[in-house]
C-alpha cells in the first residue's frame, strides 16, 4: 500500500480514537468477508471434538507445523524428541476442554471473565500456536467464538501498538473499524474496534497494557440468541437470600413489643 494511503487512514483512524466512543451509536461496518482471518479448517457450529480433530488428525494442523522441522532432522534423538513434543500438544489440546458448569475456573480471574456464563452449557478450549494463544469457545459444544491474543511487537503482523493492529486489519479489510472506549454501563469492558460480515462479527481489543491486542471472531447468529441461549444469569453475591428478603418484607416486628407496651401502660394508669 502507497505511503500517502497509510498516513491517510492513520490519520482517520487517530481522529476516531479522539472521539473516543462517539461512533458506538452506529452498527460495526459491514465488510465483504472476514473468511480471510478465519482458519480455513474451522467452522462455526463445530464440536470441541471436530476441533480437535483438525488439529490433531494426521496431516491435520500440527502434523503440518512440525513437518518442516521433522524433514530436516535424521533419525535419531532429535527427531524423537520434537516428535515427542508434537504428541504431547495434541494431547494437551484435546484434554484442554474446560466447561463453565457449577464450579468456579481459573479463567475467572484473566482478562476473558466476561466472555462466558456459568451454567448456561458453555466451554472453553486453549490452544498456544503460531505464536499466539487462542481460546476457542462453545455453546451447547458448538464452536461459536475463537478469541486470538495476539503479542504487540515491532514488525508483527499486527504492529505494536493497537492502534497500528486497528490501522493494520482495516486495511485488509477495505474499511475503517468502529471505535467505541471503555464503558462498563454499555458492556464494553476496554477501548475496541469491530466489523462485521454476513455471519461473523469481529472485535479488536486494547490489552496494551499486557503487550497484547485481543482479535475475537463470533458467530453473529449466535450472539443475536444470547439473551435466550443464557438463560440462567449471573447471582448478585451481594442479595439476600430469599428466606431472609420474605422475612423482612413488610419489616421487622419484635414478637413481645405489644406485651412490653401494655406493661408500661399500665405502669403510667398506676401512677
Request: proline share 5%.
Amino acid at each position: 500500500m502507497k505511503p500517502a494511503i497509510l498516513a491517510a487512514l492513520a490519520i482517520a483512524v487517530g481522529a476516531m480514537f479522539a472521539i473516543g466512543g462517539l461512533a458506538g451509536a452506529a452498527d460495526a461496518p459491514a465488510v465483504a468477508s472476514l473468511s480471510p482471518l478465519m482458519q480455513k479448517e474451522l467452522h462455526w457450529g463445530m464440536s470441541h471434538r471436530d476441533v480437535a480433530e483438525e488439529y490433531n488428525k494426521p496431516m491435520g494442523l500440527f502434523d503440518r507445523e512440525y513437518a518442516p522441522q521433522l524433514a530436516r532432522l535424521q533419525p535419531g534423538v532429535e527427531m524423537d524428541q520434537l516428535s515427542a513434543d508434537k504428541d504431547s500438544r495434541k494431547a494437551n489440546f484435546e484434554r484442554g476442554y474446560t466447561e463453565f458448569a457449577d464450579s468456579p475456573t481459573g479463567y475467572d480471574v484473566t482478562p476473558l471473565h466476561s466472555e462466558y456464563t456459568y451454567k448456561n452449557g458453555e466451554a472453553i478450549q486453549r490452544l498456544f500456536k503460531d505464536g499466539k494463544t487462542r481460546y476457542f469457545f462453545y455453546m451447547k459444544d458448538h464452536l461459536w467464538k475463537i478469541y486470538d491474543e495476539v503479542p504487540l511487537k515491532t514488525g508483527s503482523a499486527l504492529g505494536d501498538t493497537f492502534q497500528s493492529a486497528v490501522l493494520k486489519l482495516g486495511a485488509l479489510l477495505g474499511a475503517q473499524g468502529r471505535i467505541q472506549a471503555a464503558d462498563a454501563a454499555r458492556g464494553v469492558e476496554r477501548t475496541t474496534a469491530d466489523w462485521q460480515d454476513n455471519s461473523t462479527h469481529m472485535r479488536v481489543l486494547d490489552r496494551s497494557a499486557e503487550h497484547i491486542v485481543g482479535v475475537v471472531l463470533e458467530d453473529r447468529q449466535t450472539m443475536l440468541n444470547l439473551s435466550s441461549l443464557r438463560s440462567n444469569k449471573p447471582e448478585d453475591p451481594f442479595a439476600l437470600d430469599p428466606s431472609i428478603a420474605a422475612l423482612t418484607k413488610h419489616g421487622v416486628t419484635d414478637p413481645n413489643a405489644s406485651k412490653a407496651a401494655k406493661a408500661d401502660a399500665g405502669v403510667r394508669r398506676a401512677r
